[in-house]
Each structure stands twice: as structure tokens, then as C-alpha cells.
């Protein structure tokens, strides 16, 4: 089993700014209280399915990781248990709106003593097209969950925690921009991995990608929607 990355240099401020409430918890006893700071259940959901893929990754031997909505834990994860198996180590590009994330991300990847890009952007558009077809791992952890139209505009527009997860009408405001990209920024041999709720419809989202996208080598579809909730 690969160990979850060191967080303990993120502060209090940081899990509120960065990270959703969920990540947050307090626990008290009779002569103190101790604020204990924990990464949300999706992030560990993603981690499970990355290290249940771990064979299959180490054959891909990719050389581009591209990590959307800064996620601490993935990039020393997945350097970790990829390293075992591959002689050049991936390129590793995180992006996100929020500035507090990528400077977040940037010093995790100091803690555990592993190089990244954290890059302060709106998903993919702004590195294409130098890495049009050329990303071969993608992990996405969208803000998902539905809110009205106008909530989902301004938490984008103001670039902070409530764009971490409000995703409009049906949750899906962010991840169906993301997805009409896919085609062009995946390589050949390209693995995609979501995390979606049941209101996101996840069977919906693996028919509209059989339909439009061909992920994978010899077109087979190499994608895993994680549900949860």
C-alpha cells in the first residue's frame, strides 16, 4: 500500500480555503478540543482507485499527468508507486483557479519532496495546444454538486472555495466543458478519471464519451467515472 502524502504543513486557513468543509472535522474531549484536519471522502475515493489501477498505470508509463482542480495528495501518490516501475519519472501539471490551491499544491509537492507545475487556470484551455493530445493520465475532481446557475457563475468568477464544488443546475456546469475537450487533449493511449454524484448522472457521462470521445489505445474507452454519495 503507498502511504498518503505528509499534509501536516497545511494550516486551518488552508483546508478552509482550499479544501471543502467535508475536509474539515473537530474532535473534543473532556479537557481540550483538537481542530483535526482531514482530506474530503472523494479525494480518498480517487487515491483508492488510483492505487487499484497502479498495474495498469506502471504499463502505460506515462509521461504527462495532468491533475485538474489542484489535488495535494494525487501528485507524491502517484509519484510514488509509478516510480517502482519507470525509469523517467512523469511530468506532472496541476491547474486551478484558485491562487490559495496552487500555492497549496506547490508546497505539498515541496513537503514530500517531488517536483510539479502548479499553473493558476481555468481547466486545460490556456496550455493548449502545446499539449493538445499529449496528456495521458487525466484526474478530475469537479465541483459537482448542484446549486443554481447564477451560484456555480459567480463561485467561478470569484475563483475561491465555493468553486471547489458548486457545479450548477445539474453539477455538471464545469465537468461538461472539461469533457469537450477530451478528444483533444487526451493521447492516443489516454486514461481519464471523474468523480461524479448520482445527480450528475454517471452512466450518461460513459455513454457521452463512447459517443464522442475515443479514449485509449485502438479506441478502446480507458475511463473511470467514481460515484459516490
Known amino acids: 500500500m503507498i502511504p ?23 474532535h473534543g474531549n473532556i479537557n481540550s478540543e483538537l481542530d483535526i484536519y482531514m482530506l474530503s471522502e ?9 492505487e487499484d489501477d497502479a498495474d495498469h498505470l506502471r504499463t502505460l508509463k506515462p509521461t504527462l499527468i495532468q491533475l ?41 509537492g515541496r513537503k514530500n519532496n517531488v517536483p510539479l507545475d502548479a499553473v493558476i487556470c481555468n481547466l486545460v484551455r490556456p496550455l ?10 487525466l484526474i478530475f475532481n469537479p465541483p459537482y454538486v448542484p446549486t443554481e446557475e447564477e451560484e456555480a457563475i459567480m463561485a467561478q468568477s470569484q475563483a475561491d472555495i465555493a468553486g471547489a464544488w458548486a457545479g450548477g443546475f445539474d453539477g455538471m456546469a464545469v465537468t461538461n466543458r ?36 475515443q479514449l485509449g489505445g485502438k479506441g478502446e474507452l480507458c475511463a473511470k467515472i467514481l460515484e459516490w454519495r
Open 42 to 50: 472523494d479525494t480518498f475515493l480517487l487515491l483508492d482507485a488510483l
Open 68 to 108: 485538474d482542480l489542484a489535488q495535494d495528495a494525487f501528485r507524491p501518490f502517484l509519484d510514488a508507486f509509478l516510480e517502482m516501475n519507470h525509469a523517467v519519472s512523469p511530468v506532472f501539471i496541476t491547474t486551478d483557479i484558485n491562487p490559495r490551491a496552487a500555492h497549496c499544491t506547490e508546497a505539498t
Open 4 to 26: 498518503t502524502p505528509d499534509l501536516s504543513h497545511l494550516t486551518k486557513d488552508d483546508f478552509i480555503r482550499v479544501y471543502e468543509p467535508a475536509g474539515l472535522y473537530r
Open 178 to 213: 472539461l469533457l469537450d475537450e477530451l478528444d483533444s487533449i487526451l493521447s492516443p493511449k489516454g486514461c481519464f478519471y471523474l468523480v461524479a454524484l448520482k445527480q450528475n448522472d454517471p452512466q450518461g457521462i460513459i455513454a457521452r464519451m463512447r459517443e464522442t470521445v
Open 128 to 137: 493548449k495546444p502545446r499539449l493538445s493530445g499529449q496528456i495521458d493520465v
